[in-house]
Structures are given as structure tokens and as C-alpha cells.
């Protein structure tokens, strides 16, 4: 391939990764409490910086020739941790007693973890 | 045009890694920080790679996979703290 088409495809996945953990920022700001704020902050984060790194990977491919394994790697890891990362604390923000937002209709867990403050009293028991 | 691309998409990832650190900042329990930190850990991920292609260097690639594991581990041992009190349990139950 020529080098002008890999600049493109490169500059197509930078923009569609830039925009996504803009998006994700904004998210992060905008929303109401943190169960939101993590689900926009999480995943679509996750999704811009695994497609700018895919860009990097595939312009040190393309146009040097070899395929650099440890952004490989990096690939792999942000994929796998990331997500793992933002449920561990959603649950623990949901253990320890952290409000829901006024708007929210629904909480299914309530009725095996308790209410707010069963929740917080149990945490400080242990 | 390449070169104005990536520092357009620098500028943007300044833009979100300032409105990360806002939430970190003004976060109101200590969960909205740990997110906001985390997710300033990933932003900065991306802007390290984009350095690289922007320099044309494979050299930070190592920074990449250990801010990755750091912003990993940090989550993970403030979720811990936040949901137990302790960091590392001393007693099996």
C-alpha cells in the first residue's frame, strides 16, 4: 500500500478514538451520579483508546515494516483492564452506601444488598 | 494535513484530560475521583501513542504499558480501600 492510503487510515482511526474519549470526558462531567458517570467513562474511553492504538500499530507496521509487540501488548492490556477496573468501582461504590441520582426508577439490587444505610452500617460492622 | 490531524487530536485530548481532572477535582464522593482518575489514566495513554506517531518513535511504548498497569493497580487498590477499608487483607474470610 501506498503510504498516502495508510496516513488515511491512520487518520480516520485517530479521529474515531479522539472523538470517543471526548465523548467520554464530556460524559464523565456531565452526568448525574457515578454509576452513569462510569458507565460513559468507562467503555466508550476504553473503545478511542484501543482505536489509537490500533492507528499507532498499524503506521509502525505499514511504514517501517516490523510489527511492534509491545504495543501489541498494550493493546491487549488496556482491553482486558479497563473495563474490569470500572466495575470494581461501580461495586464498591455500591457497597459502601453511594447515593443513586434523584432521576434513577430502578435499583435491583436493594432488595438482596439493603438500602443505603443498612449498606453503610454493614461496612463499618466488618 | 497529517501533522495538523495530530495536533488537532492533541488538543481535544488536552481538552478531555482538563475536564478528567475537573471531576477529580470536584468529584463528590471518593468514587467519582477514583473514575475520574482512572479514565485520566487511560486519556493520557492515548496521548502518549499519538506522541509516538507525531515523533515517529517506537520509544514510548513502554510508557504506554506502564501507565497502563498503574492506572489498573491504583483503581483497583482504591476500590479495595473504598469497599473494605484496607488495602490488603490480613485475615482470610
Redesign the interface.
Known amino acids: 500500500m501506498s503510504e498516502s492510503v495508510i ?1 488515511i487510515i ?2 480516520v482511526l ?2 474515531i ?3 470517543m ?2 465523548l ?3 460524559g ?2 456531565r452526568l448525574p451520579d ?1 454509576y452513569t ?2 458507565h460513559g ?2 467503555k466508550s ?2 473503545l ?2 484501543l482505536s ?2 490500533v ?2 500499530f498499524i ?2 507496521g505499514a511504514l517501517e515494516g516490523f510489527y ?1 509487540v ?2 501489541l ?2 493493546i491487549v ?2 482491553f482486558l ?2 473495563p ?3 466495575h ?6 455500591y ?2 452506601g ?1 447515593p443513586l441520582a434523584e432521576e434513577s426508577v430502578q435499583d435491583d439490587l436493594k432488595e438482596i444488598l439493603g438500602d443505603e444505610e443498612q449498606r453503610r452500617n454493614q ?1 463499618m460492622d ?1 | 494535513m ?1 501533522e495538523v ?2 495536533i488537532v ?1 492533541l488538543l ?2 488536552s ?3 482538563m ?2 481532572i ?2 477529580a477535582l470536584m468529584g463528590p ?1 471518593l ?2 475521583r ?3 482518575l ?2 485520566f489514566g ?2 493520557l ?2 496521548f502518549i ?2 506522541f ?2 507525531l515523533q515517529n518513535t ?1 520509544a514510548y ?2 510508557v ?2 506502564v501507565l ?2 498503574l ?2 493497580v491504583g ?2 487498590a ?3 480501600f ?4 484496607v488495602v490488603i487483607d490480613r485475615d482470610s474470610h
Open positions: 496516513e491512520v487518520a485517530l479521529i478514538g479522539v472523538s474519549i471526548l467520554s470526558a464530556i464523565l462531567l457515578i458517570r462510569s467513562a468507562t474511553a476504553t478511542g483508546v489509537t492504538l492507528a499507532v503506521y509502525f511492534n509491545r504495543v501488548l498494550g492490556f488496556v483492564t479497563a474490569v477496573a470500572g470494581l468501582c461501580c461495586r464498591a461504590a457497597r459502601s453511594t461496612r466488618k | 497529517f490531524i495530530m487530536a481535544v485530548l481538552v478531555s484530560l475536564l478528567c475537573a471531576r464522593t468514587s467519582d477514583i473514575v475520574a482512572d479514565s487511560l486519556n495513554i492515548g501513542s499519538i509516538m506517531i517506537e511504548a513502554e504506554v504499558l497502563g498497569i492506572a489498573f483503581s483497583v482504591l476500590a479495595k473504598l469497599e473494605r477499608g
